[in-house]
């Protein structure tokens, strides 16, 4: 097996080697992510908006006792808007910065894709932001775009402790 | 063994913590109970001490730490000549009581470090051995022993006593880098950077150049002054990686004293300052019985698993609140489907769990209380060291140290309040000359009061000084850019008085009087207020001034009152909540085209919450709106809501690391039907809102 969200290194490329991933719907694109990285489905249910936040993020939301953000995953790739429909699910992935839910417009399977049949993203892509992505699977029927999770999930701004206190002993001491 | 060499003790991982945790506890009772001994002696006290000593020295040689077992056994001998009465506790035996407990302090830090700290106690007991000969040249020994300050120039000394002479702390820090870090040169180089971020760094071994230069080696030693504590110190190295066991040496004014040519100002001998423990009255007799015997009933549990207990009793207590919503839905549709008796058993289950949920909640909450005392027990000997240091002669009060509060508090209120005192000492007291001329008694009073009131803990600091001078203060705010003048002038004397909780201010009269008021306190408000605390301060000129710190119990739940705005539910934590009244009875006025808020003849803004959070009127509300009056210090601000839900516990969550610090939210609640409401950094609004209507 690979590493989870990394390519195979020529070492490790045996001919038997294969990605495990969950496949899921956004319009008409299939996308997947490394099923090690996600740490459940549920349906869409209710969040709490926050003011003032980056438009894709859909809000917050109570998974059995803990306080998850909701990324809408259509906003965040540049996806048109659509309606939650009843095959609307939250993918709840465990990223960099603790646990993250994903709207995706289906979860359509999941699937062992051989490493081989991989490639490196590059013009056939229609998703404008492909920083996203870190590979395309091309499949019998279909084309499923490989998504890099820290790609979609941006680290925080940083710097917005109250130094206050130490900037004073910093005047001092100079 | 010389210093930075490693060390090879006798336990194991738990063994560890268990011997730090003993042994941090018996330090702390030695260090409140030899302050006191000098006061007032008393069997019962001396008895204490010598216990404490004596399993000290029990434990240090269990694990083979030879030198500590050897300094506490030096102790002990003279604890017990005191025990016996062949000699008297005066203050030169405390003296050396004192600095061979701040030596066994960094002995016992060598366990956890396992390196040489350097501390050689040979000298520390022959002065202990000196005052059991009688031998009151004891003095003359070179306390230098300890090493720390040893090791530097005595130049260096010299600078870092004038700095404690200021006001400042001075630390002695050595730091080792792993072994295994190929570069250590570039560790060393950001270890200097990172403490001078916080201090100054007036020497070092190896010398600056050869650290700039990228030479340094696998240890650093050197001498870091400044306005901070040790732990900000250690939060400071915490930055760099690759680092083995730090050793952070607090440096006193004796040790620096003993490594310098020239004999320091400030501790006179004499001129002690007087240290008396109030007990609470209920509490006085027997309480040294009923600590011991308490003692002996306890478990040492982990903090960790307290607060997952806390996290999962919260849980329950959403699911509990759901289940009777559950219960209220399906109370009609048992009713009519004529199913009494089911309906009867899913209300007494109900109810049954309700209780139930709130007696655990209740008594987690109580296990994760501490008396206040662990805290105040570090004050007699802060009083005692400070007054020493600015010639001032203090009578220290404490009552209420049994007044439990969470842990969580317990740890966030310590520096504030140790700030707060020892400005109270060093800016509130007037020197004896000063207090004899204006008629007062030579020795001042501060008085530490700790009680409980409601779901708050209270804590002030209250000295009979000289007051806070209120026309200097407004002068240095409007002089800094603070305030305006106008404001300023207009502003009552108790409303002046709280100026010297703004940034940047500082009352000192000379650039040497680097304990100014105005940088401490800014610093105190900014850490209470982190635990969802209000300070506030009292003064009257020529009697004294007053803090009056106000905590919430516990840092798990607020109680808060919840409203509506804009579809979302908000949590207002009721400590900065004053008031809240229909919007259509409200005396709102137009100033400037802002709209006004009046109350109790006061004016000042008012601001739609949603607004003021950045969420625009998308929505049109229905109905009447409400307006909730907020204070924080002495900012104002009427925030105008859609619907007023009620008062309600609320079960503090972060907002977690992708959403990070919101402007204007603390975390979110989980409600009672399962959904989340944002909870509202009062603080920050109220002072962002205050300052933009001004």
Redesign the interface.
């Known amino acids: 097996m690979a590493r989870p969200g990394a390519f195979a290194t020529e070492d490790e490329q045996a001919p038997s080697a294969e990605e495990h991933v969950v496949v899921f719907r956004l319009g008409q694109e299939f996308y997947a992510l490394d099923i090690q990285a996600v740490q459940e489905i549920v349906r869409i249910q ?8 980056e438009p894709w ?1 859909e809000g ?3 998974l ?6 909701v ?1 809408d995953l259509r906003r965040r790739c540049g996806v048109q808007a659509a309606d939650h429909t009843s095959d609307s699910r939250v993918v709840v992935v465990g ?1 960099t ?4 839910g994903l709207i995706v417009d289906a979860v359509t399977e999941v699937m062992r894709i051989p490493v081989d049949q991989i490639e490196a993203p590059g013009s056939i892509v229609s998703v404008p932001q492909n920083s996203y992505l870190r590979g395309i699977a091309k499949l019998e029927d279909r084309l499923v775009s490989l998504m890099d999770l820290d790609g979609v ?1 941006p680290s ?2 940083m710097g ?1 402790r ?1 130094e ?3 900037t ?3 005047a ?2 100079a | 063994m010389a210093k930075g060499q490693p060390l090879q003790f006798d336990l194991d991982e738990d063994d560890l913590k268990l011997f730090t945790e003993e042994a941090d506890e018996q330090l702390e009772l030695l260090d409140t109970a030899l302050v006191q001994l000098e006061g007032e002696p008393d069997a019962e006290l001396v008895q204490q001490i010598f216990r404490a000593a004596h399993t000290l020295k029990g434990s240090s040689a269990t694990i083979g730490h030879k030198r500590m077992a050897s300094l506490t056994h030096a102790m002990e001998s003279v604890l017990d000549a005191v025990r016996q009465n062949r000699l008297s506790p005066d203050s030169d035996v405390v003296d050396v009581l004192l600095v061979a407990l701040d030596a066994l302090r960094v002995l016992a830090a060598e366990v956890t470090t396992r390196v040489h700290s350097g501390t050689e106690p040979a000298a520390i007991e022959a002065r202990l051995k000196d005052i059991l000969d009688g031998n009151d040249g004891g003095a003359a020994v070179s306390l230098t022993a300890t090493a720390r300050p040893a090791s530097m120039p005595p130049a260096v000394a010299d600078t870092l006593l004038a700095e404690l002479n200021a006001g400042n702390q001075a630390f002695h820090v050595h730091v080792t880098i792993d072994a295994s870090c190929e570069l250590p040169g570039i560790r060393c180089y950001q270890v200097l950077q990172e403490i ?5 760094v007036p020497w070092t071994a190896p010398d600056r150049d050869a650290i700039e230069a990228g030479n340094g080696e696998h240890s650093l030693t050197m001498a870091v002054t ?3 504590e040790e732990s ?1 110190v250690r939060t400071a190295l915490d930055a760099v990686s690759d680092l083995g066991p730090v050793v952070v040496a607090l440096l006193s004014v004796d040790e620096l004293a003993a490594a310098t040519p020239v004999t320091p100002l400030g501790s006179v001998p004499g001129e002690r300052p007087r240290l008396r423990v109030v007990e609470p009255e209920a509490a006085a007799p027997a309480s040294e019985a009923k600590a011991g015997k308490k003692a002996s009933q306890s478990v040492r549990i982990d903090v960790e698993r307290l607060d997952g207990l806390m ?1 999962l009793v ?2 329950l207590v ?1 699911d509990r609140t759901r289940l009777q919503q559950i219960r209220e839905a399906a109370n009609p549709v048992l009713k009519d489907a004529n199913l009494q008796e089911l309906l009867q058993n899913f209300e007494e289950t109900t109810s049954h769990l309700t209780r139930i949920t709130d007696e655990l909640q209740e008594e987690i909450m109580r296990s994760r209380m501490l008396p206040v005392r662990s805290v105040l027990s570090r004050l007699p000997r802060l009083v005692r060291d400070v007054s020493a240091k600015c010639g001032k002669k203090v009578e220290l009060i404490m009552s209420g140290e049994e007044t439990e509060l969470d842990r969580s508090v317990i740890e966030e209120i310590s520096d504030p309040l140790v700030h707060i005192l020892r400005n109270a000492i060093d800016h509130g007291l007037e020197s004896p000359e000063e207090r004899r001329a204006a008629g007062k008694p030579e020795t001042g009073t501060v008085t530490v009061t700790a009680w409980n009131q409601e779901t708050y803990i209270y804590l002030s600091v209250k000295d009979d000084g000289k007051g806070i001078d209120t026309a200097t203060l407004r002068n240095k705010a409007v002089e800094k850019g603070l305030i305006a003048r106008d404001v300023a002038d207009a502003a009552s004397d108790e409303a002046a008085v709280q100026f010297i909780f703004l ?2 201010l500082s009352t000192a009269k000379t650039l040497s009087d ?1 304990s100014g008021r105005g ?1 401490g306190m ?2 105190v408000r ?1 850490n209470i207020e982190r635990v969802n605390g209000n300070v506030s301060v009292r003064s009257e000129p020529g009697k004294g001034s007053e803090f009056i710190i106000q905590l919430p119990l516990t840092l798990a739940t607020t109680k808060a009152l919840m409203v509506m705005a ?1 579809q ?2 908000y949590a207002m934590p009721l400590v900065s909540v004053t008031e809240a009244l229909l919007e259509r009875e409200a005396d709102i006025h137009s100033v400037n085209g802002n709209r006004t808020l009046r109350l109790r003849g006061k004016l000042f803004p008012l601001i739609d919450l ?1 607004q003021a ?3 625009g009127p998308s929505v049109e509300p229905e109905g009447e709106r409400f307006v909730v009056a907020a204070r924080h210090g002495s900012r104002q601000v009427g925030f105008l809501v859609d619907r007023l839900l009620g008062e309600q516990d609320v079960v503090v ?13 603390t ?2 609640t ?1 409600l009672g039907d ?5 909870i509202i950094d009062m603080p920050s609004l109220i002072s962002e809102q205050a300052l933009f209507a001004a």
């Open positions: 209710p969040t709490t908006s926050i003011p003032g936040s993020v917050i939301t109570n059995r006792g803990r306080v998850v953000p990324i990223g910065t603790g646990m993250v999930l925080r701004e917005e109250d206050a206190g130490q004073e002993t910093i001092r001491a | 001078e971020a916080i201090g100054a400044g306005l901070i900000h996290n919260g849980e959403i940034p940047g680097v940088v800014d610093i900014t804009q979302t539910v949603a959070l950045g969420d969550k972060s907002l977690g690391d992708l959403i990070g610090n919101r402007k204007g939210l975390g979110a989980i399962g959904t989340l409401g944002l």
